[in-house]
């Protein structure tokens, strides 16, 4: 085993018959900075919601850190938000019958509390006669909802001045997400947050013993009157030969809020920044034009991607490949290639092949370049450019850190890190290098929004975490916790065999799930 790893560890170190590229290596073996990227910017900034003062600094920052490795950069404003959010602390604890500290979350763009707010918990009615029961007892209440879905109470507990609404998430992990559109008369006051489910059910279970039950809640936001100015970052290595064609390295910098937005995608922003110091100190003088992008609004909908595009589109034709970081801390392991790319993948990659025998790279075929992903390849995609979304491999959990409360910078792996950020360096520069633009036959040029949605946010067992309101999957009846089985028939054991099996389905369709215990089929409505 021994001499197994001394043999890996030679071949790493060997060096290949392109000096760059051993410049490269070598400086990210010995230099590394891409964690002290990702340090400041997830620890030192923060998360970095769209429309917040937190992402407006990491953008400035990041434009800072390109133009100190010598790089002409900019922010490039590609629009505005009526109402900026800033979120602050939060905490939750039972006071009695027992003290416990409650993990909670709450969305982005909803309200606060002005200050701790103590009161008595409530179990959420759900009749008529029990909302009778308990309605004096709802002022100045925290009613415990028995599901994530809008309370049926709603203008009751308006009426009655409760303290807010504490609903279960399904499980231990806290989704965060929210609706931006916001209008600076007509702000939210409803306080609603969502508690992990086994302190939730402990509650629960507490009041249904006729437990008098006490919580304190403390919820800091800020809310910030528009129009607030949101910012792609753009920096480039000018290219030697053909400087008006380009090869895009980026991911995006904007994150939900509910932690500190590290491998989404704090991740791929501190392998931009790395990969771009990686070339400037290696000496690289690429043919094209590598530019560098980082952008925002991603998580709303790639906004800040789509908006550049149409806002460029004498760029378009002129950018030979996007390729983003967007997958979390894993290894940067291989790429999707069409039929026509394979062999020019083949060749430019070889110096990736035998970098490091522990994280190999593949150069994966397929008739088309997968799309539908969610991240910002696929705004240039939907115009015929080719867009890579990196393969990634290892032993980090995506599912666990992706929108949840666990999205912080322990989860960063920094092997993974510096090994992604030497790929990247490497393969950007060879297609940079390369003959002639890539090829555009086998794209998928079909709008993003035109792609068939079931509308459910599932875990690593296929569980469903979250519904999309008036999705597909919440009309015909799905829940919070049921676990997905099949779709028309087939087994379904990841996310991405579902995902392709949507896309082929027809409007009708059958979803096997289980729930409690039990299988049930549900038919299910997909449209385009």
């Known amino acids: 085993m021994l001499m197994t790893r001394a043999l890996l560890l030679l071949a790493f170190l060997l060096p290949t018959s392109d000096p760059i590229v051993d410049a490269i290596v070598k400086e990210e073996r010995d230099h590394s900075r891409v964690m002290e990227y990702l340090d400041h910017l997830v ?28 790089l002409k950069a900019r922010l490039e404003e590609w629009g505005t938000y009526p109402v900026g959010f800033d979120r602050g602390p939060w905490s939750a604890k039972m006071i009695s019958p027992e003290p416990m500290d409650l993990t909670i979350g709450f969305n982005a763009w909803t309200a606060g509390t002005s200050g701790p707010v103590t009161g008595p918990a409530v179990l959420a009615p759900e009749t008529d006669d029990e909302l009778l029961a308990v309605k004096d007892k709802l002022k100045g209440a925290w009613v415990i909802s028995s599901s994530r879905g809008p309370e ?36 939210p006051t409803r ?81 931009t920044l790395e990969v771009a110091r990686l070339l400037t100190k290696a000496g690289a003088k690429p043919k094209r034009t590598i530019r ?28 030979s490949a996007v390729l983003v970081h967007d997958g979390g801390t894993n290894y940067v392991s291989g790429i999707h290639a069409t039929e026509a790319m394979a062999p020019i993948f083949d060749k430019a990659f070889e110096p990736l092949q035998g970098l490091n025998p522990e994280m190999a790279f593949t150069v994966k ?122 779709f028309n028939n087939q087994l379904v054991g990841d996310t991405s065999v579902l995902s392709e099996s949507i896309q082929k389905a027809p409007k009708a369709s059958r979803l096997l799930v289980q729930r409690d215990g ?5 038919p299910v409505t997909i449209p385009d």
């Not at 086998?442 to 035109?450: D, F």
């Open 518 to 522: 039990k299988e049930m089929e549900i």
């Open 152 to 187: 049926k109470y709603r203008v009751a507990y308006d009426e009655a001045g409760i303290a807010g609404v504490v609903r279960s998430a399904g499980g231990e992990l806290l989704l965060t997400s929210g609706m931006s559109k916001l209008e600076w008369e007509k702000l």
């Open 292 to 319: 560098f992008m980082l952008w925002s609004g991603e998580e709303q909908g790639l906004l800040g991607s789509r908006a550049y595009i149409r806002a460029h589109p004498e760029e378009t034709p002129k950018v």
């Open 191 to 271: 306080v609603t947050v969502t508690m992990i489910a086994s302190q939730h059910k402990k509650i629960v279970e507490l009041l249904k013993a006729q437990k008098e039950v006490r919580l304190t809640i403390d919820i800091k936001v800020e809310f910030k009157q528009g129009p607030i100015k949101v910012y792609n970052v753009i920096a480039e290595l000018p290219g030697t030969e053909k400087p008006d064609e380009i090869v895009i390295v980026g991911g995006h910098i904007d994150s939900w809020d509910g932690a500190t937005g590290t491998t989404d995608n704090g991740t791929g922003v501190a392998t």
């Open 365 to 486: 075929k397929s008739s088309a370049l997968p799309y539908g992903i969610g991240s910002d390849h696929d705004s240039y995609l939907g115009v015929g450019v080719p867009g890579f979304h990196w393969l990634q491999a290892g032993r980090a959990k995506y599912v666990f850190t992706h929108h949840t409360q666990h999205d912080t910078f322990e989860q960063a792996i920094p092997e993974y890190q510096r090994h992604s950020a030497t790929v990247i360096a490497i393969g950007a520069l060879r297609v940079a290098d390369l003959a002639e633009l890539l090829p555009r036959t086998g794209l998928r040029a079909l709008a993003p929004t035109k792609r068939k949605m079931l509308g459910v946010q599932l875990d690593e067992t296929m569980q469903v975490l979250e519904l999309v309101k008036d999705g597909a999957a919440e009309k015909a009846g799905v829940k919070i916790g049921d676990k997905l089985l099949k």
């Open 43 to 70: 620890n030192k900034i923060g998360p970095r919601l769209t429309s917040s003062t937190r992402l407006t600094e990491a953008c400035e920052w990041t434009r800072g850190e390109f133009e100190k490795m010598g």
